[in-house]
């Protein structure tokens, strides 16, 4: 059976005035193997992302418990807040760049991820950095709803008096916990279900209503303080000398690999962007500025809980509980479930959804790839990703970052140094088209990816007792670039990558003209 364009597509040649190209109705793309209508091309007239729909995705994604636990992750290592604001803005920067190559392809061909991902990897290859990508999603989403499960558990139980934590305990935590968790898994599927349509409008009203939550704890830590007290003058442990520097590497790679996720899957959103200008501008004014206030933020209203409690309490959650009024913890509570809702669907789901139908297309759509995303990331065990600052910044997502800076590397050299943005659309679809390479996988990606890999994580490692790799490092020779691990995967594979095309013969016009 051949799949094409559904009916509704609009006629036409099939690129517009603005470069940007669809499917005309009717063309045929491949067979049920490689294609089922939500990896199919979105058509112009359906691509209505703006500006503010990219800027408010990002906002509702920045503002959420993780974010704001990293500056605080970074203090416990010993950083000031001077130094930890300035490691996470620096980190946005640098990862926006990424975000803005591999987004072109989705306002201009209307394709996801893993369908990108094919003209570099080939159609069956492209599995490999769906899976990969999939894999760091759902745990993700398993990270953030085990985090709001928590939230939703300490929120609770202050409104209702306490005694929650002496309940029976089922796998070392108090039964209540394990309520709050499912429940809020199944609110978060249940939304996801309505389709990106849903997720649009919801993001829309999210994005300001977080913001006023956090500015609301702000301004209520800050009239019970009375400023925020002495944490803004406190030194750093580590100064700006030969201890700071060891610490500040593989904490700037960390958080980099907090959005390198979406730094690969972004075009599952752009897709349904209105013209490039919509989807770069919205994405420099979203995440940089948000990521970096928000950071600031976090340390203010820390601050203020340094003077009214005697000891700084970074956890939102936890200053939160701290509230003397029902109606307080309710809209804390509100809070937390909207910041959570809006990063975990938008950045977990979407992406290992779009993955998963892409490895078994005649099986699973979009709506099936959402429930085993949920599934999985409840049986990755998320709690124990985050029990220190190390094995969350340094082992996880360091560890994240450098594989998927080797899939970036390999994503952008594709299509911005060997086909220089241009894409043979159907082609993306049909084993006997241009990307089809040998049976379905192309030598080159892989060899890229393996290497660079290697690079990035091979010399991963841990100080005793503080994570999984030995103190030298899995290959010790390799162990001084572990620290830069997303630079280094991203650098090495693209280096590599082009190298093997060119050699190859790979230039813009073997890639298929940009239409059909």
């Not at 691509?47 to 990293?70: D, E, K, Q």
């Not at 990606?445 to 991963?460: E, K, R």
Request: hydrophobic share 50%; aromatic share 12%.
């Amino acid at each position: 059976m051949t799949a094409t364009a559904s009916s509704d597509r609009p006629a036409g040649p099939g690129t517009a005035a603005d470069g940007r190209v669809e499917l005309p109705p009717g063309a045929a793309v491949g067979d049920p193997r490689f294609v089922n209508d939500d990896l199919l091309p979105v058509p112009i007239a359906a691509r209505r992302w703006t500006t503010y729909n990219f800027a408010a995705l990002w906002v509702g994604m920045a503002h959420n418990i993780p974010s704001w636990l990293l500056a605080s992750g970074l203090v416990a290592l010993g950083m000031d807040w001077k130094q930890a604001v300035l490691t996470i803005a620096l980190a946005n920067v640098i990862v926006l760049l990424p975000m803005l190559l591999t987004g072109h392809a989705g306002p201009k061909y209307g394709i996801p991820f893993p369908v990108l991902a094919r003209a570099p990897f080939g159609l069956r290859g492209a599995n490999l950095p769906a899976l990969v990508r999939a894999g760091v999603a759902c745990a993700w989403f398993g990270i953030q709803t085990w985090i709001a499960g928590q939230a939703i558990f300490v929120l609770l139980d202050k409104a209702f008096g306490g005694g929650w934590a002496e309940a029976s305990r089922i796998g070392g935590q108090p039964w209540p916990l394990w309520l709050c968790f499912v429940l809020f898994w199944t609110l978060e599927l249940a939304i996801i279900q309505r389709g990106m349509e849903t997720l649009r409008r919801f993001e829309n009203w999210a994005a300001p209503f977080v913001i006023v939550g956090a500015l609301v704890l702000l301004v209520w830590i800050a009239v019970k303080a009375g400023g925020f007290g002495p944490l803004l003058d406190q030194p750093s442990k580590l100064g700006w000398g030969s201890d700071f520097w060891p610490v500040f590497f593989p904490s700037l790679m960390g958080m980099i690999a907090f959005w390198a996720t979406l730094s690969l899957n972004i075009p599952d959103f752009t897709r349904f962007g209105s013209g490039q200008r919509a989807q770069a501008w919205g994405q420099a004014l979203g995440l940089p500025t948000t990521m970096t206030l928000f950071a600031l933020l976090s340390v203010l209203v820390t601050s203020g809980s340094q003077a009214v409690y005697g000891a700084p309490v970074w956890d939102p959650v936890e200053l939160a509980a701290h509230a003397d009024n029902v109606f307080g913890l309710l809209f804390a509570l509100v809070t937390v479930l909207v910041a959570t809702i809006s990063v975990n669907i938008a950045a977990n789901v979407v992406s290992p959804a779009y993955d998963l139908a892409h490895v078994l297309p005649e099986r699973i759509d979009f709506r099936k790839g959402a429930l085993i995303t949920g599934v999985v990331g409840v049986v990755i065990m998320p709690w124990k990703l985050t029990e220190t600052p190390e094995l969350y910044i340094f082992t996880w997502l360091g560890l994240v970052g450098g594989l998927l800076g080797t899939v970036a590397g390999i994503l952008i050299a594709d299509y911005w140094l060997v086909r220089r943005t241009v894409l043979d659309l159907a082609g993306l679809y049909r084993p006997d088209g241009p990307y089809w390479y040998r049976s379905g996988w192309n030598p080159a990606a892989v060899l890229a990816f393996t290497v660079g890999g290697v690079l990035a994580i091979g010399g991963s490692h841990s100080a005793p007792g503080a994570g999984p790799f030995p103190e030298e490092g899995l290959i010790p020779f390799l162990e001084p670039l572990a620290d830069y691990g997303w630079a280094v995967g991203l650098a090495a594979s693209l280096l590599l990558y082009t190298t093997l095309m060119k050699a190859r013969g790979a230039s813009p016009s073997s890639a298929g003209s940009p239409g059909v």
